[in-house]
T-cell receptor, first 113, second 114 residues
Framework: EAGVTQSPTHLIKTRGQQVTLRCSPI?????VYWYQQALGLGLQFLLW???????NRGNFPPRFSGRQFPNYSSELNVNALELEDSALYLC????????????FGPGTRLTVL | GNSVTQMEGPVTLSEEAFLTINCTYT??????LFWYVQYPGEGLQLLLK?????DKGSNKGFEATYRKETTSFHLEKGSVQVSDSAVYFC?????????????FGTGTRLKVLA
């Protein structure tokens, strides 16, 4: 069974630009979570998608957004990039509401210059 | 709100030493608890988990017991290896509003010397 995949692996952007990160969950998993791992800030919950809908978001500004597609893959969009957005962005998937273990992808390393 | 407190690192040990990484939590209800490991340049891998009080999770020689009375989930290993060098994260699954998002500790970096 293939694990969670993310693309791209690395990304370099400049301040003010926009970026899109992609995630494909494990087959059969309907929930996708996004987390930010910024230096010195640990792992922070960003967004949760389930069955194509945004269900919950963490304490991040609206320029962080995303969506989930009918095949349950997901995109994370970040607009008006700021230097502090430099981080590892991790995607995780969960099978269904009765099973709360999450499986993580390898992450996308975003560097904002 | 719910939170996880994890011992500060880095922790440096010699090979075959005993490892303990402390983790305590604050939560309403009875969350599931997890330990994840992150090797350099990689994502998170589940190490072990426990879903209710007194459960013991174990994997690859690592163990942790869900202690409700002390709200703790300390990670232990009897004899560490150089290959165990990584960052370890304690996490709880926050069921508030049905989200089940993870709340993580700050991570503990372990370095094992040969």
């Amino acid at each position: 069974e293939a694990g969670v995949t993310q693309s791209p692996t690395h990304l370099i952007k400049t301040r003010g630009q926009q970026v899109t990160l992609r995630c494909s969950p494990i087959s059969g998993h309907t929930s996708v979570y996004w987390y930010q791992q910024a230096l010195g800030l640990g792992l922070q919950f960003l967004l949760w998608y389930d069955e194509g809908e945004e269900r919950n978001r963490g304490n991040f500004p609206p320029r962080f957004s995303g969506r989930q597609f009918p095949n349950y893959s997901s995109e994370l969009n970040v607009n008006a990039l700021e230097l502090e957005d430099s981080a590892l962005y991790l995607c995780a998937s969960r099978r269904d509401p009765n099973y709360n273990e999450q499986f993580f992808g390898p992450g996308t390393r975003l560097t904002v210059l | 709100g719910n939170s996880v407190t994890q011992m500060e690192g880095p922790v440096t040990l010699s090979e075959e030493a005993f490892l303990t990484i402390n983790c305590t939590y604050t939560a309403t209800g009875y969350p599931s608890l997890f330990w994840y490991v992150q090797y350099p340049g990689e994502g998170l891998q589940l190490l072990l988990k426990a879903t209710k009080a007194d459960d013991k999770g174990s994997n690859k020689g690592f163990e942790a017991t869900y202690r409700k009375e002390t709200t703790s989930f300390h990670l232990e290993k009897g004899s560490v290896q150089v290959s165990d060098s990584a960052v370890y994260f304690c996490a709880l699954s926050d069921g508030t509003s049905g989200t089940y998002k993870y709340i993580f500790g700050t991570g503990t970096r372990l370095k094992v010397l040969a």
